[in-house]
């Protein structure tokens, strides 16, 4: 069997493995993590204890020295540690290293003074907090500190450079720094000018350490690691490593793993595997999944061939990351997987070549193909290149000195005038759009990659003769295709590259078909069926234009198709090879509209939330309807409206007051420029969240985003107004598709009276309450104080214990969804020579209410919308693909596609699922759920529903 990618998948393994396990470098994994954190405790006993006993020796008397400098150190602002925790973890991560990256040396005659090298690194690393310490204490407003300041902020830099080598940034470290022990610097403009000479006294400056102490505090740390020669302990000793008499060399000894760490390395080798993946497509068909009740995650029968891959965490029939899911699909769901498999793909050469074009010469992203901005995040945070001349970058650097002593003041409950407030508010202004700037910086960096990666891949499979695709489930039900960069679920360039191997001639029902993909791709899906038909008839002069694939046809394609233009280049092309006589292979898509307020209006019954999404029967000639046009028009009428009353909070008097003409004018050109464009971006923004349950604060910053798009900024559409436009948005939905907002709260009502079954309710209410700081300092992308996460992390721990139910539920079809979620934590600190790790801990013995919760709305329609496709497309007689509430047929099939969906999402509903789920649960319904259920007979005639 051929299974690309797993050569490279071992050799990915191997260099993670080298580089990373064991170590504290920025690829830092939890099991090293816990062994640090564990020395950092056997350091601070160690010396406590020592300094009850009067410091028996030199040894404890140097070690107790360096810990207390440690200790005394500010610490740094990204760090949840505190003193002196963080002192000692920075010494453990220190020494760590370099006992790890020794003891796990393949080449036993390379030599280390391990005492010597851990004592520098010990010296090194302080001596750079030392002066940045140094550095942030200096009164920048004398010239001579300022300059001062910003060359120690440069050296800093330089040392912290994770691009260098461990190597060189020592010794960068050594060399600059041992300039500026000395006392006397200096900075140079040019190559050719003398240079400014700045002078540090002498009792200011860092104080080399003497060799003895250096060697006296390493042997002490070392002693806590390593078991002497010739010595005998049990296997619970905590020491990782043994040192053993080196035969072959004089004067020094080995240092070997001892099987317990050896044992901990496995682990983390094998979770790395579960993570380290390059996938690429199979050559032969896949294995078929063979169903069994035991869970999904554990189920490696089919998908990939070999052994090593099917064993992967993402592998399994149902994808899962840390902790344990015991989501379990059913026999029909297995079939469904197998199904999907069963599609034979190749890639489209023709297709391939015009991608390449635009990724090389185009000049404008282009359906996902993204060109790279001049400048990145790094250069925008440090000011350098283009992103120096940008005016927000340089807004920010001109006032950064101003905002800081005002804030200060503010802090500090000092009087401001009117005038500084005002600054204030542009400054933050200012801030609001850098952030948009990174956002978009890190985007095109991203996205770039990707496609350089998509072809990348495609080089490496154009020459194959067909190429098959593993599936699995997420833990919702959903099907996905196991893959990286590449696949028929990625990005336009690979999604409309890759077409089906076997071509059909087209029928005529498949010409139609053909025909409605084209028109619904030069205009849209807004348009009625006919008409979008008739388009494409129309203008089948254009669609032989198109399918040259010249610069002029890409740009045509990209006017007539500003969502998808690469779909509407694939369809054109085929379409002419249809017309000289050959098969057609390129996939036509349809999917459902608006699938979650489709899903929750045939739930609860709510006949105008049927009628908004389509599920309400029309005619091919009929035009669809639009829940997102319909509600924006609702709010355009109000805004018109002088007479309708319109209520806002006042930013300033912090009352409700009506809306002023100004503001009323100022939305409905947003709303209604350039035919109302931006305005339905704006209500979908609100619709794509709001109905899986956010709050009123997430839906703003989804309209803030579509504002940021268009270059609006705040200053133009102020936080206090956008809040009053999605309040209006909400209203309107409400008014036109009916509350579903209700559906979220009552789902989540009856998920809490289910998981909290057999919780003492002062362990939940000490939870609310301690949940609810933690979900303050989260906001501002910080963890909680250790006490008080330790506190939280045992209040997790007891609901786990005492809770009746984790949370579950099973699908019609039989599959059985698991909604259990565990806390994770974050914890950082930051050591100058081994980067800057953040440790995501996922504590498999805490359940997260917050999150399951939260999560319970969405995740009960994403699976019924993956329960849907599977009731329609298991037993489809033809090859298929599928995109969450999407599939893609050869156009002979459309109909029946389209027809099957219909089917399957009136077998989905029947019944009163929501009822069944309250009586899985235990508890009451409390979802409002409407008693017309005569808008079930028509669907099989809704032609716009899957459309």
């Given at each position: ?6 050569q490279r998948?071992?050799?990915q ?34 010396v406590?204890?020592r ?34 925790t ?9 020494v ?21 090298q ?9 001596k750079?907090?030392?002066y940045d ?7 920048t ?11 120690l ?19 960068r ?16 403009r ?45 296997d ?56 069994s009740?035991?869970?999904g ?5 089919g998908?990939?061939?070999s ?24 026999e ?11 599609t ?13 074009h ?8 282009y ?34 000195e ?7 003041r ?15 508010y542009?400054?933050?202004e ?34 194959d ?11 919702r039900?959903r ?22 191997k ?29 008409q979008?038909?008739k388009?494409?008839q129309d ?13 002029q046809?890409?740009s ?8 998808s233009?690469l ?9 002419v ?5 050959s ?21 609860i ?13 029309m ?10 046009r ?49 305005g339905?971006k ?54 036109n ?18 998981l909290?079954t ?37 209040l997790?721990?007891?609901?786990y214990?005492?809770?009746t139910?984790?949370l ?24 100058v ?11 498999v ?37 599928t995109?969450h ?10 109909e029946?596609?389209c ?11 029947e ?28 669907v099989?005639?809704?032609?716009n529903?899957?459309?």
């Amino acid at each position: 069997m051929f299974d690309l990618g797993f050569q490279r998948l071992k050799r990915q393994i191997k260099q993670a493995n080298e580089r990373n396990y064991g170590s504290s470098g920025a690829g830092i994994h939890q099991i090293s993590y816990q062994y640090i954190q564990t020395y950092a405790l056997s350091i601070r006993v160690h010396v406590e204890d020592r300094i009850r006993k009067n410091l028996a020796s030199k040894g404890d008397v140097a070690l107790a020295n360096l810990c207390g400098m440690y200790t005394s150190l500010p610490v740094d602002g990204s760090s949840v540690l505190e003193q002196p925790t963080y002192g000692y973890s920075l010494i453990a991560a220190t020494v760590w290293k370099v006992m790890a990256d020794a003891a796990l040396a393949p080449d036993i005659s390379r030599r280390v003074d391990l005492k010597t090298q851990i004592g520098h690194l010990l010296e090194l690393q302080f001596k750079i907090r030392f002066y940045d310490r140094f550095r942030e204490e200096l009164d920048t407003t004398d010239e001579h500190n300022e300059i001062l300041g910003k060359h120690l902020e440069h050296i800093k830099k330089l040392v912290e450079d994770n691009g260098a080598t461990l190597a060189r940034r020592v010794g960068r470290a050594r060399g600059l720094y041992n300039e500026v022990d000395r006392g006397q610097i200096v900075v140079r403009r040019g190559r050719k000018t003398k240079g400014a000479q700045l002078y540090i006294p002498k009792n200011e400056r860092f104080q080399p350490w003497e060799d003895p102490f250096r060697e006296f505090a390493a042997s002490e740390l070392l002693d806590l690691l390593c078991i002497p020669k010739g010595k005998d302990v049990p296997d619970d000793d905590p020491r990782p490593f043994q040192y053993h008499r080196n035969k072959k060399l004089k004067g020094g000894d080995l240092v070997y793993i001892r099987p317990s760490f050896r044992k901990a390395i496995g682990k983390v080798l094998e979770e790395m595997q579960k993570h380290t993946v390059d996938f690429l497509p199979l050559l032969e068909k896949p294995k078929d999944w063979v169903h069994s009740q035991q869970p999904g995650t554990v189920n490696s029968s089919g998908g990939y061939h070999s052994d090593g891959v099917s064993g992967l965490n993402q592998c399994a029939m149902v994808r899962f990351g840390m902790g344990q899911c015991d989501t379990t699909p059913s026999e029909h769901a297995a079939a469904f997987l197998n199904k999907l498999q069963q599609t034979e793909w190749v890639l489209d050469s023709a297709q391939v070549d015009i991608v390449n074009h635009i990724g090389m010469y185009w000049e404008q992203d282009y359906d996902g193909i993204f060109r790279p901005l001049p400048y990145s995040c790094e250069d925008i945070k440090k000011s350098s290149g283009v992103a120096a001349l940008v005016p927000e970058v340089q807004y920010r650097d001109l006032n950064k000195e101003k905002y800081k002593t005002l804030i200060k003041r503010f802090k500090a409950d000092k009087e401001l005038l009117k005038f500084e407030l005002d600054f204030i508010y542009e400054y933050e202004e200012n801030n609001t759009k850098l952030r948009e700037l990174y956002r978009r910086a890190e985007n095109s960096s991203q996205n770039c990659k990707a496609f350089a990666q998509i072809m990348a891949r495609f080089n490496q499979i154009k020459d194959d003769p067909q190429l098959f695709f593993a599936w699995n489930f997420d833990k919702r039900g959903r099907s996905y295709v196991i893959g990286g960069y590449g696949h028929p679920q990625c990005s336009p360039s690979s999604r409309y590259t890759l077409t089906f191997k076997n071509g059909e001639r087209l029928s005529s029902d498949g010409e139609q078909a053909a025909l409605r993909a084209i028109g619904t791709a030069m205009t849209d899906s807004k348009v009625s069926i006919d008409q979008r038909i008739k388009h494409a008839q129309d203008n089948l002069d254009l669609v032989r234009t198109i399918a040259e694939g010249s610069p002029q046809a890409i740009s045509l394609a990209e006017r007539y198709d500003h969502i998808s233009p690469l779909e509407l280049l694939s369809l054109c092309r085929n379409w002419v090879e249809h017309e000289n006589g050959s098969l057609w292979h390129a996939p036509v898509y349809s999917d459902a509209v608006c699938s979650g307020y489709q899903i929750v209006s045939g739930l609860i019954n709510n006949i105008s939330g049927l009628t908004a999404t389509n599920i309400i029967p029309m005619t091919t000639a009929d035009q669809p309807n639009d829940a997102y046009r319909i509600a924006l028009n609702t709010v355009v009428s109000w805004l018109k409206d002088r007479e309708h009353e319109i209520k806002l909070k006042d930013p300033k008097t912090r009352k409700r007051r009506d809306m002023s003409v100004t503001e009323r004018d100022l939305l409905l050109s947003l709303l209604t420029s350039k035919d109302g464009k931006l305005g339905r971006k704006l209500s979908k923004a609100y619709a794509r969240t709001s109905v899986y349950g956010s709050g009123a604060w997430t839906q703003s910053t989804d309209i803030q985003t579509e504002l940021f798009k268009k270059g609006i900024s705040d200053n133009e559409v102020p936080g206090f107004l956008r809040m009053a436009l999605t309040l209006l948005i909400r209203k309107a939905f409400d008014q036109n598709l009916g509350s579903i907002g209700k559906y979220n709260q009552g789902i989540k009502r009856m998920a809490s009276r289910r998981l909290f079954t057999g919780v003492d309710p002062q362990v939940k209410a000490q939870f609310d309450n301690l949940n609810t700081i933690r979900s303050k300092y989260m906001d501002k992308n910080c963890e909680l104080p250790n006490g008080q996460l330790n506190q939280y992390l045992d209040l997790c721990r007891q609901i786990y214990k005492q809770s009746t139910h984790g949370l579950s539920f099973t699908l019609p079809d039989g599959t059985y969804i698991d909604e259990r979620q565990y806390v994770l934590s974050r914890e950082e600190f930051k050591t100058v020579f081994h980067g800057s790790p953040t440790i995501p801990i996922t504590h498999v013995d805490c359940l997260s209410p917050q999150n399951i919760l939260k999560a319970i709305a969405p995740d009960v329609i994403h699976s019924l919308d993956g329960l849907i496709l599977r009731y329609a497309y298991t037993d489809a007689p033809y090859e298929l693909t599928t995109i969450h509430d999407a599939a893609g047929c050869h156009p002979n099939n459309f109909e029946d596609l389209c027809s099957r969906y219909r089917m399957g999402y009136l077998k989905a509903t029947e019944g009163n699922f929501l009822q069944d789920l309250a009586d899985q649960w235990e508890t009451d319904l409390l979802v409002d759920v409407g008693p017309d259920r005569s808008w079930r007979e028509g669907v099989t005639d809704a032609v716009n529903m899957f459309n």
